[in-house]
């Protein structure tokens, strides 16, 4: 298989699946892939998927993969309040939920983290266009909800004042009426308990 002509059928996308590859050269030989990458053309994500060298140097390029590598999930926790500037920390890892078992994979791009969510709570997400591509990303309310239910340590006024939200962000910009929304979808008295804790302490 000649690298060009490969690269001219998957370049647009970014990123791939041996799926994909077979379903357009059925007569691939997975070969290719383990030259390619040891000529350093392309970038092993996990068993199966793969990357363009080329394009993991765009912008924000890892959590359209964090998308692509596990499904179905969203960008959601610390890395969406990162993203949205209402958490000042550094994004370390790529954080998503998922209906899917909890899943780590380390790569040369990234280390990705999904965390387990009922089917039922996979909500509050929506698509948000970065550069040429569309990433599925959780709300900020969802995100603040996610947190606060899938690390419930978050149950103090310290525990949440350590995550250090900018409150012009909470006082004046997050959607109140939507974060009730989703709370009651969630129907669970623990969580409402630690909401209330981040709402009296931002007094919103």
């Known amino acids: 298989m000649n690298y060009l002509n490969f690269r001219n059928r998957f370049i647009e996308f970014g990123a ?10 059925p007569n691939f030989s997975p070969n290719n892939l383990t030259r390619w990458q040891k000529e350093g053309l392309i970038v092993k994500l996990r068993q199966g998927f793969y990357a363009f060298q080329e394009s993991i140097l765009q912008p924000n390029f890892a959590f359209f993969l964090s998308n692509f590598i596990y499904k179905p999930s969203y960008v959601s926790l610390h890395t969406a ?14 954080t998503a939920v998922s209906s899917l078992k909890t899943a780590d994979f380390q790569n040369n791009v990234a280390q990705f983290s999904y965390k387990k969510i009922k089917s039922d709570l996979f909500f509050g997400y929506e698509q948000k266009a970065l550069g040429n591509r569309t990433i ?38 997050l959607n109140i009426g939507k974060l009730a929304l989703y709370l009651d979808r969630f129907n669970n008295k623990k969580l409402a308990k630690r909401v209330e804790i981040f709402t009296d302490l931002y007094e919103i």
């Open 16 to 25: 791939f699946s041996t799926y994909q590859v077979n379903a357009v050269f």
């Open 81 to 94: 309040l990162a993203f949205y500037g209402i958490i000042p920390e550094a994004v370390t890892q790529i």
């Open 136 to 173: 599925s990303i959780a709300t900020p309310e969802k995100a603040i909800l996610d947190l606060l239910y899938l690390y419930p340590f978050y149950n103090t006024e310290s525990e949440i004042e350590n995550l250090r939200f900018d409150e012009d962000f909470v006082q004046n910009e």
